[in-house]
């Protein structure tokens, strides 16, 4: 009332005697109200569902927020008021992030949710939060503190939401509407959420009130508590029904033969067969019934088959061995899933010729190599964890991921793998990176990640690594230059627009594109991520079929989706909307012993398949055999549905989505889907009866097999080619001893310069690369990614300039840059690499005789660099190495930083402004360690580069080192180079000396009298 502004409250309330229809007429009434008020001069509408006194809450009901908002939102816009008032929304209905997300989206400029701090007031008031603030388990906070805390709980959520959308500021989300609304009917779109694309129809507004008023307590002083409809996780009988459940845990494991309770912990040894039980293909016919009679959960629920053919035998059905060459893993990372768990799964469907992933976390080098040392009882000393193992199996799998956060990518990690993944997106949380919460980053797991154990570890949003299509392509460019041989896929998520995103992925020359729907993801993602993000795969992959088909480049891809696909029926629906290959996730886990406790977070899986506690993993129950027979029941659920279609190979049925049609059985199942149309969605999608040429891959490429062609990269890789042919180079490789050396001219259209390289290397020698030097000295501009994934030997010079990416993924060696030596400007004061350098590196040393872009070492775990100042974000998400920079810095400076160490000059005394505090802690250079590792490392800097402002600097050591910020997280907060309390630790200044063994100086020691006064070697 004494804000200063004229304002009018306007009730959403209107009477139940009008009926489910009386929401039309109080939608106008308020509409109406809204511009009468506005031109009469009021700055603030308050649109609220309180109930005057009892009577009126007993006689009336509500419009919800949402409708009103965006009803009042876009009549004022029409109007030509809307930017004359603020809106406020004071509801009871809103207590989520994502409520308050849509309310703003669409409109309001503020949301009292009063009900939800009432509800505050009370928990707060009742006596047993009380007795547990005073015993200690709970923070003592006033009433006003608590509701505070609500609040920033609130918009730390929507901060969240913001920052995967890339946008800054709140101002520019509200009213921006940036949501694709599913099941609901034209009518609320136009009167409410105007522009919001809403592609299968769904509910009225009569249907919307009618169940809103089905929400009210039978009586005033009902004294019932609330009902929990177990929306996050399930509650027998009343509960909201979920598809992954305990109950269908135990039928797959009764169709599989898996008994939870034989594992390693018990008496797996001494059981037959290893404790799996024959399959049972009747368990198997109820697991299937369970989902086809359960409540509509999916898109494919509403639809059936239409044949064009007569049923044929399933004898001239191509066989379950054919058919399970398209099965897949879900991209679930080792650190998500236990050793156990993520071992049994590759090994399973190697073993079946499908594709196993990696995830995002990396492998183990061991598995590399097929095992050839299986006993009797299918025991093998590299796996003594796995049970149910058989000679030439291979635990390596056939994908290996690489994800903005570049955990476990190395040079070998991606020349071991016969795919390469991008993931751009997770259905289940699209826009956010991938996080492994802290208990579950054991030693191993740190190990495989290049990061400390027990840190919480959280890959970038992808768009910190892609800002484009250009970028993307960049990305598939450098990942085909380091392994030609395998394909790369792009993992997006189903969201409207993917077609026209896929159509730029088929042109920047990726093999496989994925979709992945909502229903995907592991247990640790974000509650309102798993509800609110993404949408199902059925609109995502017919989107995405429709438009490369469209636009002549179905034939340069292979369509593969994944997300909540469990059976036989969803694969060959899938198939029908033009996917090749199909991805299993969550039921693949349930397939080797998951029991869906929803506990993946926490690392207390009680079946150890998501926790690394050794003594739970030793409670792991599967085994590949499992796996195996789920495979085989699927294939020949598909094999059936076939032979009843008339169709004798799975290749026909893809794309065919004239086979589908709307079930009118289902539709009629429930009230609320019985506005919901599907016909002319899907109808959309191409014909392709007769043209099925899209299932081959291009005429200039052979017009084979998708499968067995692999793009490769043109002129932007010949200067890669000429290097790898060099006779010098090859005997260099092939002698891996001594020095050689190399020149080359290079132009800025050369790309990913030396990756190739990189990868004969890899094949050959490793990670640990070469035990001699090839020096390659280049002139010229390079283009993007020069120098990714250098390895130990390798040691680049280039005098001129990069671009964007300099050192991606480097793992070793050595990349100076320099300008030439007549270049017209000051070294210190120029930029002389782009944005992005050594994103993602595990080794190696840099330097760089200028500045760099920005975003420099986001994601480093490794490398030791150098360079004369930076843009912003620098040390992003950085988890080891060392950074020193010896000029001015960008913004946000180690946010998200979990390990490693940065040095920072301080010339204009403003670096406190520059940092991000979330994390880490900044300080002067105090410790004896600390000087030593920064002058070392600025000596070798001078020695590599000739560097003018190191000289200047080192000559005025006693006083410039003064002005050097060190930058540290938590985790090297009792370093030597930190703290002065550590005694006898040796200190790091370069990631490799030239013999390429780790270089360490004693703390405190001098350098001996053989080395030069400037070289830190």
């Not at 490799?992 to 006064?1013: M, W």
């Amino acid at each position: 009332e004494n804000g200063g502004f004229e304002q009018a409250t306007i009730s959403t309330r209107y009477s139940l005697a009008d009926g489910p229809d009386g929401i039309k007429d109080a939608i106008e009434a308020i509409c109406d109200k809204a511009v009468e008020d506005v031109r009469n001069g009021v700055e603030v509408l308050i649109l609220s569902d309180k109930s005057a006194d009892q009577a009126e809450l007993d006689g009336t009901t509500y419009i919800p927020p949402m409708i009103a908002v965006g009803a009042v939102h876009h009549r004022l816009i029409d109007e030509g008021l809307r930017m004359d008032t603020g809106i406020v929304i004071e509801t009871g209905s809103a207590w989520s992030t994502h409520h308050f997300a849509c309310l703003v989206g669409y409109g309001a400029n503020a949301v009292h949710p009063y009900l939800a701090l009432e509800t505050v007031k009370q928990w707060h008031g009742s006596k047993r939060t009380q007795s547990m603030m005073k015993a200690g388990k709970l923070d003592n906070t006033t009433l006003d503190e608590a509701q505070q805390n609500y609040r920033k709980a609130v918009e730390n959520g929507l901060l969240k939401i913001l920052s995967k959308m890339g946008i800054s500021l709140l101002s520019s989300y509200q009213g921006a509407q940036i949501f694709e609304a599913m099941g609901l009917g034209e009518e609320v779109i136009d009167t409410s959420f105007k522009g919001t694309t809403s592609r299968i129809g769904g509910v009225s507004l009569s249907d919307i009130a009618q169940e809103t008023a089905m929400m009210r307590p039978e009586t005033a002083d009902e004294k019932a508590k609330l009902i929990n409809y177990g929306y996050y996780k399930p509650v027998p009988k009343k509960g909201e029904y979920h598809v992954n459940s305990s109950d269908l845990a135990k039928l797959l494991h009764d169709a599989i033969g898996l008994d939870k309770t034989v594992s390693a912990a018990t008496d797996r040894d001494e059981a037959e067969n290893d404790g799996v039980k024959p399959k049972n293909a009747a368990n198997y016919e109820i697991f299937k019934k369970s989902l086809e009679s359960a409540p509509l959960a999916n898109i494919r629920d509403l639809l059936d088959f239409e044949s064009d053919r007569e049923s044929i035998s399933i004898d001239e059905v191509e066989p379950a061995a054919e058919i399970m060459k398209r099965f897949c893993t879900g991209a679930m990372s080792l650190g998500a899933l236990s050793r156990e768990a993520h071992e049994t799964l590759a090994i399973a469907v190697n073993r079946v010729g499908g594709k196993s992933n990696s995830g995002e976390g990396g492998e183990d080098t061991v598995r590399i190599k097929d095992l050839s040392d299986v006993d009797e009882k299918g025991r093998s000393p590299t796996y003594p964890h796995l049970a149910g193992l058989k000679n030439g199996d291979s635990a390596n799998s056939y994908i290996h991921q690489v994800a903005s956060g570049r955990f476990g990518v190395t040079p070998e990690f991606l020349t071991t793998a016969k795919q390469l993944e991008i993931k751009m997106a997770q259905g289940a949380k699209p826009g956010e990176g991938g996080q492994l919460p802290g208990p579950k980053v054991s030693d191993y797991i740190a190990t495989l990640r290049a990061s400390k154990p027990g840190v919480t570890l959280i890959s970038p949003p992808p768009h910190h690594d892609i800002y484009s299509i250009e970028d993307l392509a960049q990305l598939i460019h450098d990942l085909h230059a380091i392994n030609e041989s395998a394909g790369v896929s792009v993992k997006l998520v189903s969201s409207i627009g993917i077609g026209t995103v896929a159509c730029g992925v088929a042109k920047a020359q990726a093999d496989v594109i994925q979709i992945s729907g909502g229903d995907g993801g592991t247990g640790a993602s974000p509650l309102s991520s798993i509800k609110h993000a993404g949408m199902p795969w059925e609109m995502g992959l017919s989107e995405a079929h429709s438009a490369l088909l469209n636009n002549g480049l179905r034939d340069r891809v292979t369509l593969r989706v994944d997300g909540g696909i469990r059976t036989g029926r969803d694969l060959a629906i899938a198939a029908m909307m033009g996917a090749e290959e199909f991805g299993f996730g969550t039921i693949a886990m349930i397939a080797e012993g998951c029991v869906m406790a929803r506990v993946c977070h926490l690392n207390t899986c009680p079946v150890g398949v998501t926790s690394q506690k050794e003594e739970l993993r030793k409670k792991f129950p599967g085994t590949p055999e499992h796996v195996v027979n789920f495979f085989m029941f699927v294939a020949e659920e598909i094999r059936e549905l076939m032979a009843h279609l008339g169709y004798s190979k799975f290749e026909d049925l893809i794309g065919r989505a004239d086979l589908l049609k709307e079930s009118e059985e289902q539709l009629a199942r429930i009230a609320k889907t019985k506005g919901v149309t599907l016909s002319g969605f899907f109808g959309s999608i191409p014909e392709s009866k007769d043209d099925r040429a899209f299932l081959r891959a291009t005429p200039a490429e052979g017009g084979g097999l998708k499968d067995s062609v692999v793009h490769v990269n043109g002129g932007s890789s010949d200067l890669d080619r000429e290097m790898c042919n060099h006779e010098d180079v090859k005997a260099a490789i092939e002698k891996n001893s001594g020095d050689t050396a190399v020149s080359f001219n290079i132009k800025n259209t050369d790309r990913s310069t030396c990756a190739m390289l990189a990868g004969d290397i890899s094949r050959q020698y490793g990670n640990k690369g070469l035990d001699g030097n090839l020096n390659i000295n280049i002139f010229g501009s390079a283009g993007q990614s020069f120098g990714a994934f250098t390895l130990p030997g390798m040691k680049l010079r280039l005098t001129g300039e990069a671009n964007d990416y300099v050192g991606k993924g480097m793992h070793g060696g050595e990349i100076v840059v320099l300008p030439e030596a007549d270049a017209g400007f000051v070294a210190a004061d120029s930029s002389i690499v782009g944005n992005a350098c050594l994103y993602g590196a595990t080794g190696g040393d840099f330097h760089a005789n200028g500045r760099a872009g920005e975003r420099f070492c986001v994601r480093n775990s490794g490398a030791y660099a150098v360079c004369e100042g930076t843009g912003d974000h620098c040390c992003e998400y950085m988890t080891g190495g060392v950074v020193v920079a010896l000029g001015t810095v960008g913004r946000n400076v180690g946010a998200g930083m979990t390990g490693g160490i940065g040095y920072f000059y301080d010339e204009d005394g403003r670096f406190d402004e520059r940092v991000n505090g979330e994390i880490v802690k900044f300080q002067r250079v105090g410790s004896a360690a600390g000087e030593l590792q920064l002058r070392n490392m600025i000596e070798r800097h001078f020695e590599k580069t000739g560097s003018e402002k190191a000289e200047a600097i080192l000559d005025n050591w006693d006083e410039e080192k003064a002005k050097f910020w060190q930058v540290y997280p938590p985790s090297e907060a009792q370093s030597a180079v930190v703290s002065d309390t550590i005694v006898g630790e040796t200190v790091k200044v370069s990631a490799t000396a030239p013999s390429e063994e780790l270089c360490y100086l004693p703390v405190g020691a001098g350098l001996s009298p053989d080395q030069t006064t400037r070289c830190a070697d």
